[in-house]
């Protein structure tokens, strides 16, 4: 296109005002948006940017005051391209206004009108939508679009090993739980250790009676024999348990060996039975699996059964431990009485005296005696010096009854030890003495043995009173229906652990890779 000449109001009409501005301000788009050093021409040559080119802008089409760094950028340009066309669209043609050599400072006035197809074809050209051409927006630069993900070979190997390591196990699992394992029964008891304690007096007449709960103490050691190598040999030789664990031939996993090693049955035991104890209350839960429910019921049975055999057993122990020391006591009494009443029998054969105190009391009442008839004699004595004549014959023979008397008061005295013992006496002193104490040691022989045999009986009594016993509160069970082996839950446990295996292996090796 040629420039647009200059002139006054006087040499233009309106309407070759509005077509030259139309085309000023296309030219004006074209020139903003071609690269530096290219013309708008269809040839697109490179040349050198003239200053020309801006005056082909209709007069008034740098309307306002524009930055000169926002002309930078093929939006910038278009959009001053585009608001100096509106402007000169909008106003009349008046005196052409001043670009600067940036192309932002311009004054002027034009003509406003809308839109043309041109413009909007303009516009979408630059990739501009037409209400965006209008506004004074902020530019964003974008990125190019990434291309398209491609397959590599490490994906292939990431699947391949997804296969292997997760499917199939799981296909594996799923075709064993479901074809060869067979179906288990289940068979449930619980029972607890029980004491039972006497009532004193006040009690008994009330009628209470007190049933505390066993030692726990007890109930650990039963959770212990359950699992115990003695409760295992013992219920196989009642009941076979190789036999009954070895029926399903084709289940190799799930069965044992008929002729498998008593540790390994111990083993296999505490797989198939489990047991449930609450520390709190002291109960104890057990859960037996076979094959048939017949024989979990029976090894049921033989555990509550052995168990209340352990429990008798530990209570008849903690018996005899409670009363083996008043029993002992008491033995040592009873032969300490012994003895003492045999010296006591030996020392009365020996002195034929069956009680020495009894003489005593006896030769005391003689001595006695003859003391009181000597006292009366020498008053009678007295009382004849007094009235008779010396040579009185009744003097003579009261003189002799005193003699008579005096001599057996000291030959009585000589019994109890008094004065000098002749041949054959007997000293009732030391066989007194003697008697006493024999008598003193079987009296406290007696005392001590009554003692002992008090202590024995209490010792018995709170024995008796700690008697524990096996009280159970569910009898074994007989299934029905077969709950295990669970093979949902199985199956889901394998899954799990495999996706887990695989992705910590794929997560180390795309670790190990990007470390490259």
Not at 160 to 175: G, N
Not at 375 to 394: H, Q
Request: aromatic share 6%; with cysteine.
């Amino acid at each position: 296109m040629g420039k647009i000449e200059k002139s006054g109001p006087s040499d233009t009409t309106p309407a070759d005002t509005t077509q030259d501005n139309e085309q000023a301000g296309f030219k004006s788009w074209r020139a903003a948006n071609a690269e530096p050093g290219m013309t708008a021409g269809a040839d697109a040559t490179p040349e050198p940017p003239a200053e020309d080119a801006v005056d082909t802008a209709p007069a008034g089409a740098g309307a306002g005051r524009g930055n000169g760094k926002r002309g930078k950028g093929p939006n910038a340009r278009l959009r001053a391209g585009m608001r100096a066309q509106q402007q000169g669209r909008n106003k009349p043609v008046g005196r052409r206004g001043k670009l600067g050599k940036k192309g932002g400072k311009g004054k002027g006035k034009g003509v406003g009108l809308p839109m043309t197809p041109l413009d909007r074809e303009a516009a979408k050209e630059a990739g501009v939508s037409p209400i965006a051409s209008k506004l004074d927006l902020p530019t964003i630069p974008v990125m190019p679009p990434a291309p398209p993900a491609q397959r590599k070979k490490r994906h292939y190997g990431v699947l391949i090993s997804f296969l292997l390591m997760v499917l199939a196990p799981l296909v594996v699992a799923s075709w064993y739980l479901f074809t060869h394992a067979a179906d288990q029964y289940a068979s449930t008891m619980g029972f607890s250790v029980r004491r039972e304690e006497g009532a004193n007096a006040a009690e008994v007449i009330g009628g209470v009676i007190d049933f505390g709960s066993g030692d726990t103490s007890d109930t650990d050691i039963l959770y212990a024999y359950i699992q115990s190598h003695g409760l295992v040999k013992l219920i196989d030789d009642q009941l076979d348990l190789r036999k009954i664990y070895s029926v399903p031939e084709n289940d190799p996993i799930f069965t044992i060996e008929k002729d498998a090693s008593i540790e390994d049955l111990l083993s296999y035991w505490k797989r198939m039975v489990t047991i449930y104890y609450d520390g709190g209350s002291g109960l104890l839960e057990t859960r037996v699996l076979a094959f048939r429910p017949e024989d979990a019921q029976a090894i049921s049975q033989a555990i509550l059964e052995e168990s209340s055999r352990i429990i008798n057993e530990l209570s008849r122990v903690a018996r005899e431990d409670s009363t083996q020391y008043a029993r002992n006591e008491l033995k040592l009494a009873e032969q300490r009485l012994k003895e003492a009443r045999k010296a006591l029998t030996d020392f009365r054969a020996r002195t034929q005296i069956v009680d020495p105190n009894a003489d005593i009391q006896g030769q005391m009442g003689l001595l006695n005696n003859l003391q009181a008839q000597l006292a009366d004699a020498l008053i009678e004595l007295d009382m004849l010096r007094d009235n008779t004549r010396s040579g009185d014959p009744r003097i003579r023979q009261g003189e002799q009854r005193i003699d008579v008397i005096e001599n057996r008061i000291a030959e009585e005295r000589k019994k109890f030890g008094i004065g000098e013992t002749g041949p054959g006496a007997r000293a009732f002193a030391s066989l007194v003495g003697e008697y006493e104490i024999l008598t003193v040691d079987r009296e406290f022989a007696e005392q001590t043995y009554l003692a002992a045999l008090a202590n024995y009986d209490a010792a018995q009594a709170e024995a008796q009173r700690q008697t524990r016993y096996l009280a159970a509160h569910e009898k074994p069970t007989l299934a029905e229906e077969a709950e295990y082996p669970q093979r949902e839950v199985i199956l889901a446990l394998i899954g799990l652990f495999a996706l887990g295996a695989w992705s910590v292996c794929v997560l180390i090796y795309y670790s190990i890779r990007d470390r490259r």
